[in-house]
């Protein structure tokens, strides 16, 4: 959920900040009637592409990842989400979003 109000004082637990949970937008229940953004994200992150991370704390393995061509989409794109919205129901999810085009047409 990338919306603000995913954190409310007395409601949620408290943000975790361990690395992969700190940027979650969200703890909230998911309750019938809620309405969230579904948003995965492949971003192009110089500090990632050059190692320069805790290894101790990211299970990343940089080893199938093709730098120089990832650098080529770098210069023009940061990166890419794509956005769902689906409204939580009592026996499942509802995708509101289901006439998005989903090819780079």
Wanted: glycine share 8%; with cysteine; aromatic share 6%.
């Amino acid at each position: 959920m990338h919306d603000v109000g995913g954190y409310l004082e007395n409601i949620t637990p408290e943000r975790d900040m361990k690395p992969g949970l700190k940027n979650l937008r969200t703890a909230r229940d998911m309750k019938a009637g809620l309405c969230m953004t579904i948003e995965p994200g492949c971003y192009f992150r110089d500090f990632l592409l050059d190692g320069q991370f805790d290894k101790a704390k990211l299970n990343l393995d940089l080893k199938y990842l093709n730098r120089d061509l990832i650098r080529e989409y770098q210069k023009e794109v940061g990166g890419v989400r794509i956005e769902d919205v689906v409204l939580i129901t009592e026996d499942g999810a509802e995708l509101l979003s289901n006439n998005v085009p989903r090819t780079v047409e």
